[in-house]
């Protein structure tokens, strides 16, 4: 956890305590004290902190730098960093975009005394700081967020979002349609991690949700009172929560573009006075919207659900910014569980390797539930694009006689899909395209044993579509290596209306890992195949 003291131009850096080894179909979690780290970043005035593809940029904004710092090596509390230089300090943002880098930049006009700079615009540079581009004009850019393949920032003329691409980052404009109210802008946006959409505030009393794909790109939700937190939900990415100055808090339906429900929580908290005021702030944690109030010394924990206080804790003095350190997975007790991880040589057990490898007795194969898939999958194909694989084909090629453009383009073609999110509860699987949701409900409709021309063997394990969206697929095949129930770690998935066309689609197989996993750890996970 990173803590910055701007007035006193130190930066803190916290460990959680939390520790999560992945294992595929599930993480191993352990739980210590947390703990401070002993060495501090100093500077003049650092400010926006962004943690992003495994780095942790700190802009310091009358340096004219910023920090950056390899996660890995802060959770080992190593503080490691190496500077990008900015053409003239301001207040703005360093961010990591693919394999790029790209930094604010201000303006050129003197200035009085201590004011900063107005800000102008957005360009890629190298990771020294050396430009590579034009300055893509976002006057006044503020508010940076990632989701999915997009970061985005706010501007006076609307949206700027940014994407990877072979040549370097690429910025697009979303305009501010004529449709919003006029005069406001948006200087504050969340980014969705399960599916790619933004919220963001669009003046003092109205949100947006942002859409860097499809039409409409905004949609605005106007609120009864202004503003004063807004978060989502990483659980649920459907939904949000935002609070007013009245002391109500209001579930966001980002979908729909809309507020669903609202309960008071606290007293009213105005936002006159000085921007930096002690207010509340509100954070997810799992089932719960937590949420510090200044003004009666506690923390209060509410139900994300029924939007009603379910505890509070009492902390004394003024809370006011609040950061929740989480996460889920199994703890093994004893010594029969090494995770020493120096000899850890595979990421997953995947049982028999000859199974796993196709080679297998028909009385083997047993019928296996849906459950089996159960859980939030992402599609691997976003970073097959991003040239995120790529140390996959090097591995492959390594092991056998292919050439690495050879393997690429057959998983170019293998894992090619526009779904790239799935999830699965109950017998409800819900398909996300482009962040779209389209769910059936599921019941199982045999399996059936394929023939390769390699000779090895698979088995598809099939669910047939009983009620639902009515252009939800008729048909779900699964296939994951295994021939018996057993808990997927991923898998390939075949859609489509008609059963039998599907088992002869053996080129295009759509494959997901857990929404949990990042780059590297599924990339860990391929090469220990």
Same mark, same amino acid.
């Given at each position: 956890?990173?803590?910055?003291?701007?007035?006193?131009?130190?930066?803190?850096?916290?460990?959680?305590?939390?520790?999560?080894?992945?294992?595929?179909?599930?993480?191993?979690?352990?739980?210590?004290?947390?703990?401070?780290?002993?060495?501090?970043?100093?500077?003049?005035?650092?400010?926006?902190?962004?943690?992003?593809?495994?780095?942790?940029?700190? &802009?310091?904004?009358?340096? $004219?730098?910023?920090?950056?710092?390899?996660?890995? %090596?802060? *959770?080992?509390?190593? /503080? !490691?960093?190496?500077?990008?230089?900015?053409?003239?300090?301001?207040?703005?943002?360093?961010?990591?975009?693919?394999?790029?880098?790209?930094?604010?930049?201000?303006?050129?006009?003197?200035?009085?005394?201590?004011?900063?700079?107005?800000?102008?615009?957005?360009?890629?540079?190298?990771?020294?700081?050396?430009?590579?581009?034009?300055?893509?004009?976002?006057?006044?850019?503020?508010?940076?967020?990632?989701?999915?393949?997009?970061?985005?920032?706010?501007?006076?003329?609307?949206?700027?979002?940014?994407?990877?691409?072979?040549?370097?980052?690429?910025?697009?404009?979303?305009?501010?349609?004529?449709?919003?109210?006029?005069?406001?802008?948006?200087?504050?946006?969340?980014?969705?991690?399960?599916?790619?959409?933004?919220?963001? &505030?669009?003046?003092?009393? $109205?949100?947006?949700?942002?859409?860097?794909?499809? %039409?409409? *790109?905004?949609?605005? /939700? !106007?609120?009864?009172?202004?503003?004063?937190?807004?978060?989502?939900?990483?659980?649920?990415?459907?939904?949000?929560?935002?609070?007013?100055?009245?002391?109500?808090?209001?579930?966001?339906?980002?979908?729909?573009?809309?507020?669903?429900?609202?309960?008071?929580?606290?007293?009213?908290?105005?936002?006159?006075?000085?921007?930096?005021?002690?207010?509340?702030?509100?954070?997810?944690?799992?089932?719960?919207?937590?949420?510090?109030?200044?003004?009666?010394?506690?923390?209060?924990?509410?139900?994300?659900?029924?939007?009603?206080?379910?505890?509070?804790?009492?902390?004394?003095?003024?809370?006011?910014?609040?950061?929740?350190?989480?996460?889920?997975?199994?703890?093994?007790?004893?010594?029969?569980?090494?995770?020493?991880?120096?000899?850890?040589?595979?990421?997953?057990?995947?049982?028999?390797?000859?199974?796993?490898?196709?080679?297998?007795?028909?009385?083997?194969?047993?019928?296996?539930?849906?459950?089996?898939?159960?859980?939030?999958?992402?599609?691997?194909?976003?970073?097959?694009?991003?040239?995120?694989?790529?140390?996959?084909?090097?591995?492959?090629?390594?092991?056998?006689?292919?050439?690495?453009?050879?393997?690429?383009?057959?998983?170019?073609?293998?894992?090619?899909?526009?779904?790239?999110?799935?999830?699965?509860?109950?017998?409800?699987?819900?398909?996300?395209?482009?962040?779209?949701?389209?769910?059936?409900?599921?019941?199982?409709?045999?399996?059936?044993?394929?023939?390769?021309?390699?000779?090895?063997?698979?088995?598809?394990?099939?669910?047939?579509?009983?009620?639902?969206?009515?252009?939800?697929?008729?048909?779900?095949?699964?296939?994951?290596?295994?021939?018996?129930?057993?808990?997927?770690?991923?898998?390939?998935?075949?859609?489509?209306?008609?059963?039998?066309?599907?088992?002869?689609?053996?080129?295009?197989?759509?494959?997901?890992?857990?929404?949990?996993?990042?780059?590297?750890?599924?990339?860990?996970?391929?090469?220990?195949?």
């Amino acid at each position: 956890m990173v803590a910055v003291e701007s007035d006193n131009d130190v930066v803190h850096f916290i460990n959680s305590g939390i520790s999560l080894h992945s294992h595929g179909d599930h993480s191993d979690i352990e739980i210590k004290n947390p703990s401070a780290i002993d060495k501090a970043l100093t500077g003049p005035r650092p400010f926006h902190v962004i943690d992003h593809d495994g780095k942790i940029v700190i &802009n310091f904004d009358k340096g $004219g730098y910023a920090e950056i710092i390899e996660a890995h %090596e802060l *959770s080992h509390n190593e /503080i !490691e960093s190496k500077q990008l230089k900015q053409a003239r300090a301001h207040h703005g943002f360093v961010a990591p975009v693919g394999n790029g880098w790209v930094t604010t930049v201000a303006s050129d006009a003197p200035v009085e005394g201590d004011a900063a700079p107005t800000r102008i615009g957005l360009r890629a540079v190298r990771e020294d700081g050396t430009p590579i581009g034009d300055v893509a004009i976002c006057t006044g850019i503020h508010g940076e967020a990632f989701s999915g393949a997009y970061l985005a920032a706010g501007c006076k003329e609307g949206i700027l979002t940014v994407t990877a691409s072979k040549d370097g980052p690429v910025t697009k404009m979303l305009t501010y349609p004529a449709v919003l109210p006029a005069g406001q802008t948006t200087g504050t946006l969340l980014g969705a991690r399960s599916m790619q959409v933004f919220l963001g &505030n669009y003046g003092s009393r $109205g949100l947006v949700v942002v859409d860097p794909v499809d %039409e409409p *790109s905004f949609r605005y /939700i !106007e609120l009864p009172f202004r503003r004063v937190d807004f978060v989502l939900d990483p659980a649920n990415a459907r939904f949000g929560y935002v609070l007013t100055e009245d002391g109500t808090l209001h579930q966001i339906d980002v979908l729909e573009g809309k507020l669903t429900k609202s309960s008071k929580v606290t007293d009213p908290y105005s936002m006159d006075g000085h921007w930096n005021d002690p207010r509340p702030r509100i954070a997810m944690a799992g089932n719960e919207v937590v949420m510090s109030d200044p003004n009666a010394g506690v923390v209060r924990r509410i139900s994300k659900d029924e939007l009603k206080e379910v505890g509070k804790i009492e902390v004394g003095g003024k809370p006011y910014n609040i950061a929740v350190a989480g996460g889920s997975g199994k703890v093994h007790e004893g010594g029969g569980h090494d995770h020493d991880h120096a000899g850890h040589n595979h990421a997953h057990s995947h049982g028999d390797p000859k199974i796993y490898a196709g080679y297998f007795e028909d009385s083997q194969v047993k019928d296996r539930p849906l459950s089996d898939y159960a859980g939030d999958w992402q599609s691997v194909y976003p970073y097959l694009k991003d040239g995120m694989l790529e140390p996959v084909w090097e591995h492959k090629a390594e092991k056998g006689t292919a050439k690495v453009e050879d393997i690429r383009a057959e998983y170019e073609v293998g894992y090619k899909t526009d779904v790239d999110r799935i999830t699965i509860e109950g017998d409800v699987v819900t398909f996300y395209e482009k962040g779209k949701p389209l769910a059936g409900h599921y019941a199982y409709d045999g399996k059936e044993i394929l023939t390769y021309k390699k000779g090895n063997r698979g088995v598809r394990f099939i669910f047939k579509k009983t009620k639902g969206d009515a252009t939800a697929p008729r048909f779900i095949q699964f296939s994951d290596h295994g021939i018996a129930p057993n808990k997927a770690d991923h898998y390939h998935l075949y859609w489509g209306n008609d059963r039998a066309a599907l088992l002869n689609e053996v080129t295009n197989w759509p494959t997901y890992y857990p929404s949990s996993m990042d780059a590297k750890e599924i990339v860990s996970e391929m090469k220990a195949h």
